[in-house]
């Protein structure tokens, strides 16, 4: 089954009868696979370039000496930087875990100094922009699909994004898993590497990078809130390809202290 790709124009217009349509395509694509690609012209043509994706994540590129000034060590919501080789752990990847600096209740990211990494911070918080607001759309085509007023899972679940950054070297490898959340928006190295397992199958699909989009799967937490009409799909990573795989994902989970339950319509 092919993952269909969803322009989400319809939306940064408010075009009210296209909005619709597009959230009851997503909807469908949540309900038989799992996940979807999005794309709007709104997006930058460079979204999932490699150059781009190599500048975003050019910090894995710093002697770990450099690295380990931001380890999420140091910090109390595990933010900043991991490599699995430190952890006991079937995996094979490291990465920086980093979430949104706004109000009071959230911890601050780990940056380097400016001087370390000229014009990374400025980078990774254009791209958390661009990513965020690809879910705050999403969580509006999510409500619309589940037959609700646009904003109505913003309003009852309050989105948190969070962001990691991933390297993996030949060989490296995460594990098959569900995501716990709502919304994980994915952007891909065109080099390849993950793979899902849709509704009914058993059989793991390699999934590509598309020009100009971002590769979309719903969680366990969704899943729970439409009462398993939409699927949470597993997922893993196996890098064998010379060279290192990158990637960044954005994970739109609902506030900790929400209640995940069924809706009732």
């Not at 080789?85 to 949104?100: A, P, Q, T, V």
């Amino acid at each position: 089954m092919e993952i269909p790709t969803i322009d989400l124009l319809p939306f940064h217009n408010s075009e009210n009868q296209e909005m619709l349509i597009t959230a009851n395509k997503i909807a469908n694509a949540c309900k038989n696979i799992g996940a979807f690609y999005v794309t709007t012209s709104k997006l930058p043509t460079f979204v999932n370039d490699s150059e781009t994706l190599h500048q975003l994540l050019r910090f894995f590129e710093l002697p770990v000496s450099i690295k380990n000034k931001i380890s999420a060590k140091h910090n109390v919501d595990h933010r900043g930087y991991v490599c699995s080789k430190n952890l006991e752990s079937d995996e094979l990847r490291e990465w920086i875990y980093m979430g949104d600096e706004d109000g009071d209740s959230y911890a601050k990211n780990q940056w380097l100094e400016e001087s370390e990494l000229p014009g990374w911070k400025d980078a990774i918080n254009s791209h958390f922009k661009l990513m965020s607001s690809t879910g705050n759309l999403l969580y509006q085509a999510f409500s619309l699909a589940l037959g609700k007023d646009r904003h109505f899972l913003e309003d009852k679940f309050d989105r948190e994004p969070t962001i990691l950054l991933l390297r993996y070297p030949t060989g490296g490898k995460c594990p098959e898993h569900t995501d716990v959340g709502f919304l994980a928006i994915n952007l891909l190295d065109p080099i390849g590497g993950l793979q899902i397992k849709t509704r009914g199958s058993n059989e793991w699909i390699d999934v590509s990078a598309r020009p100009n989009t971002f590769l979309c799967h719903i969680g366990d937490a969704l899943e729970r809130v439409t009462n398993g009409l939409w699927y949470s799909v597993p997922h893993r990573v196996r890098h064998n390809k010379p060279g290192y795989r990158y990637g960044i994902v954005m994970f739109n989970n609902p506030h900790a202290d929400s209640v995940i339950a069924p809706l009732h319509h």
